[in-house]
T-cell receptor
């Protein structure tokens, strides 16, 4: 069965510091992978997606993620965070327009 | 383009009541999926509608039902509400490539 694990419930970083959010997945075939961001009281916004090809994926707001098949990982990175990046981040796996399986999320806190 | 819209924004019901939530997909999208997001959790897939039929269903009881109209808009119905049904209900519409989410409906069951 498909599953997604985000091992960090909360992450705190200082503004301007680099960020890495971890994500591990379980899937029988080559997965479609996503990162979504959710601000308080808001819906989900797609940051980036991986379907195939280059394993380093660029997204919006300066985020990138790297697909590592050998580690079943799809970690999200940003070289320098801004206070506006404080939000909940969800890693997800699924088919293109099929159901999406989400992780439990990582809450990102930014220190001034 | 208005994106995915959902109504109402918030809803308060009591146990045992029935509720209907509505979703209008992004222009050009013909597939609508519904998710339940409990507090502190990731969204969980409820079901998906395509061509006015339920195409896939997650692990939710029959109290959860839906409908898709010819204009691709969709409704989620929940009967016999339980306290545990309190959650943010998200609608997503999709093209071939990816799903776009609406802002959600916050349902509180008292």
């Amino acid at each position: 069965a498909q599953s997604v694990t985000q091992p960090d419930i909360h992450i705190t970083v200082s503004e301007g510091a680099s960020l890495e959010l971890r994500c591990n997945y379980s899937y029988g075939a080559t997965p479609y992978l996503f990162w979504y961001v959710q601000s308080p009281g808001q819906g989900l916004q797609l940051l980036l997606k991986y379907f195939s090809g280059d394993t380093l994926v660029q997204g919006i707001k300066g985020f990138e993620a790297e697909f590592k098949r050998s580690q079943s990982s799809f970690n999200l990175r940003k070289p320098s965070v801004h206070w506006s990046d404080a939000a909940e981040y969800f890693c997800a796996v699924g088919e293109r327009d099929d159901k999406i399986i989400f992780g439990k999320g990582t809450r990102l806190h930014i220190l001034p | 383009d208005a994106g995915v819209t959902q109504s109402p924004t918030h809803l308060i019901k009591t146990r045992g009541q029935q509720v209907t939530l509505r979703c209008s997909p992004k222009s050009g999208h013909d597939t609508v999926s519904w998710y339940q997001q409990a507090l502190g959790q990731g969204p969980q897939f409820i079901f998906q509608y395509y061509e006015e039929e339920e195409r896939q269903r997650g692990n939710f009881p029959d109290r959860f039902s839906g409908h898709q109209f010819p204009n691709y808009s969709s409704e989620l119905n929940v009967n016999a509400l339980l306290l545990g049904d309190s959650a943010l209900y998200l609608c997503a519409s999709s093209s071939v490539i990816e799903q776009y989410f609406g802002p959600g409906t916050r349902l509180t069951v008292l």
